[in-house]
């Protein structure tokens, strides 16, 4: 059976489908959400697995603090973030 395919904004497409809420200002969340085997590292976020499953608990300065280490993390960790469409040309 071949392995899925992810597309980035799968996500999104679902929170739209099934009607869910959009999600706070206090997320890294950019709807890609893909676990890189080799860090264990979203590709989107650069959260961990254990992270993103308790964010909604994550009193509002540790998410912060979070927030603040994921650039380096993902740079660590030899991973870029995917581009964003406000740099997307036409």
């Known amino acids: 059976m071949p ?3 992810y597309e980035p ?4 497409s679902l ?5 869910i809420a959009p999600m706070s200002k206090e997320t890294p969340c950019i709807a890609v959400c893909i676990i ?3 860090t264990s590292l979203c590709l989107g976020c650069g959260r961990t697995l254990p992270e993103i499953a308790r ?4 009193e ?3 998410r912060l603090a979070i927030m603040a280490r994921l650039p380096a993390r993902m740079a660590d960790a030899g ?4 581009a964003t469409s406000s ?4």
């Open 3 to 5: 392995a899925p395919v």
């Open 9 to 12: 904004g799968a996500c999104f």
């Open 15 to 19: 929170r739209n489908r099934f009607k």
């Open 36 to 38: 890189d085997p080799k």
């Open 55 to 58: 964010w909604h608990r994550i």
């Open 60 to 62: 509002g300065a540790e």
């Open 79 to 82: 991973l870029k973030p995917p």
């Open 87 to 90: 740099g997307a040309k036409s």
